[in-house]
């Protein structure tokens, strides 16, 4: 057993369950601690080490760290059941233009003109927005991950083209690149626990590298290159 734990940020709509899973399976020795942050103070969370690494949504200031961009996200428009927007498959900026759109202060998408008309406030938070689009007062874009985390039986949402995308990316400060980080960032990217590409695994007890043959003294190598091309072996990863 060790003392040692791996701490994993997360944003709210990110839902780090399965990779999770993955790093009990191969490195249970290590507990990893899950820890919920604002996507508005996980940059700071993570340069002042309260997480080795983090989930965060694009775009955050890099400066200090070092960041794996993973999926992008639909942006999805929530509405009440009854507004006409909720018969559609999808919707354009075009057909909110009569609505009151919310823009609470944690919106992480970069928007250059906000669709439809300004709301009467701005929400402090997206969980404060959601409260108001049910209560009639207007209507609010997010990333689709953040719709479901946020349902309501009397909601619902649906796609919005050609709006701005949020993006999730893995985060971690460059000077805290850890063999603990290597094996996480080997996790998320889908490496096999044997992969090569991952940290370079330790020799066996009592096992020695192998050190790649030289020429023979007084030789050009010249055998030993054509003979090395026609034996059987396992292709370099």
């Known amino acids: 057993m060790t003392d040692r734990e ?5 944003v709210p709509g990110v839902t780090p369950a399965k ?4 790093w009990a399976e191969r490195v249970p020795d290590v507990p990893l601690t899950l820890v919920s942050v604002a996507a508005a103070e996980v940059v700071k969370f993570l340069r002042d080490g309260g997480a080795d690494a983090g989930f965060v949504r694009l775009p955050v200031d890099r400066e200090g760290l070092s960041v794996i961009p993973l999926y992008v996200e639909t942006t999805v428009v929530v509405v009440p059941k009854d507004h006409l927007v909720a018969a559609a498959a999808e919707v354009t900026v075009a057909d909110l233009a009569d609505d009151e759109v919310f823009r ?3 919106d992480t998408l970069e928007w250059t003109a906000l669709p439809g008309l300004p ?3 701005r929400p402090d938070t997206t969980a404060e ?3 108001l689009v049910a209560a009639g007062a207007g209507l609010l874009l997010v990333p689709q991950s953040l719709a479901r985390l946020y349902h309501r039986r009397d909601l619902t949402y649906r796609p919005v083209v050609e709006t701005p995308q949020s993006q999730i990316a893995l985060a971690w400060p460059t000077e805290a690149t850890t063999d603990l980080v290597e094996d996480f960032i080997g996790i998320v990217r889908g490496r096999t626990a044997n992969s090569s590409r991952g940290r370079t695994p330790e020799p066996a007890p009592g096992k020695a590298r192998k050190q790649p043959r030289g020429p023979a003294p007084g030789g050009s190598g010249r055998r ?3 003979a090395g091309r026609g034996r059987k072996g396992h292709r370099p990863r």
């Open 6 to 10: 791996f701490r994993l940020a997360y």
């Open 19 to 22: 990779w999770a899973g993955v």
């Open 104 to 106: 609470p202060m944690d």
């Open 119 to 121: 709301a009467f406030t």
């Open 129 to 131: 927005a959601i409260e």
């Open 224 to 226: 030993g290159t054509q």
